[in-house]
């Protein structure tokens, strides 16, 4: 009778133990997700500094299979990629960083700068500039963008957060990274904010006062930009440079203004070659 009377105590106290137990792990697992959770909010909110961490090869590596299949142009992509690297000897990036120039036989004014350390010059906008700084001033520009890893932030939280654990896991990387590439295509320009566009102003002309010891020739690329800002050619406009142009170049002329107006070095024209790529037209006329 005793035993039957010690039972319930022994139910009791075993039904107490499991509460206890349900407790514990219904505590460790709210946690859990309370830290999971606050990771996640963490790096979408400090997903510019992430950004910087991602390694520049695991950029690279995501653009290769699209930049092996563009069309190219032997000489005008050697000759962007010359003035390029002329801006990079004084233009310092990190170790391990890029930079590759091509040439996009097409009638858009556009370039940009995207993931991977590339820059695409369309035929178009390269008709529209009047001398070789201007084009300068442009690849300053975008290699700026390339430097401060904009490319990639402008891909978006997700999918920078989504490299980020690939890395840190050792995963491949995730398929909402390849799905970008594989929907947008690598010739998509990625969407630069105005701040990261005025750090590009700043960058690219520090850098081209340092290759030519002066500033004259810059204005002239803002005013092409400017004038074709509204110009749109299958739907594309040039995003490097056209978000609020107008207040940026007020930016750069309250700046430089009284510098631009008394410099009067001489600009470079673009070699024979090039304008008898970009203009066929003339040299036939020439020749008659």
């Known amino acids: 009778m005793e035993k039957l009377q010690k039972s319930p105590d022994y139910a009791v106290r075993g039904s107490v133990s499991s509460i206890v137990h349900i407790r514990k792990f219904l505590t460790l697992s709210i946690g859990i997700v309370v830290v999971v959770v606050g990771l996640g909010v963490a790096v979408f ?3 510019d500094e992430l950004a910087s961490l991602v390694p520049f090869e695991m950029e690279q590596s995501l653009s290769h299979p699209y930049t092996r299949a563009l069309p190219s142009n032997k000489m005008m992509d050697e000759y962007l990629q010359g003035l ?24 858009d004014v556009n370039a940009f700068s995207t993931v991977g350390g590339h820059i695409f010059v369309f035929r178009g906008m390269l008709e529209k500039l009047p001398h070789e700084n201007a084009l300068m001033m442009l690849l300053a520009h975008e290699i700026a963008h390339i ?3 904009h490319p990639l932030k402008g891909l978006g939280k997700g999918v920078v957060a989504s490299l980020m654990l690939s890395m840190l896991f050792g995963t491949a990387y995730s398929d909402t990274v390849d799905k970008v590439f594989h929907d947008t295509g690598l010739l998509t320009a990625m969407k ?15 850098t081209y006062y340092q290759y030519y010891g002066y500033r004259n020739g810059i204005s002239e690329l803002y005013r092409v930009v400017e004038n074709n800002q ?15 142009i107008s207040e940026r170049m007020q930016n750069i002329k ?8 008394y410099d009067r070095h001489p600009l470079n024209p673009f070699p024979a070659r090039i304008v008898a790529q970009l203009h066929p037209q003339l040299c036939s006329e020439n020749i008659k």
Request: charged residues 25%; without cysteine; glycine residues 6%.
């Open 147 to 149: 430097k401060y890893r």
């Open 254 to 261: 309250s700046h430089y203004i009284k510098e631009m107006q």
């Open 45 to 47: 909110a400090s997903i």
């Open 192 to 206: 630069f904010s105005q701040n990261q566009e005025i750090i590009a102003d700043e960058e690219g002309m520090r």
């Open 84 to 107: 390029t690297d002329k801006l990079l000897a004084v233009q310092k990036l990190p170790a391990g960083m890029r930079v590759r120039t091509h040439y996009v036989d097409s009638s």
């Open 230 to 244: 509204q110009h749109r050619v299958s739907g594309l406009f040039y995003p490097g440079m056209r978000s609020a």
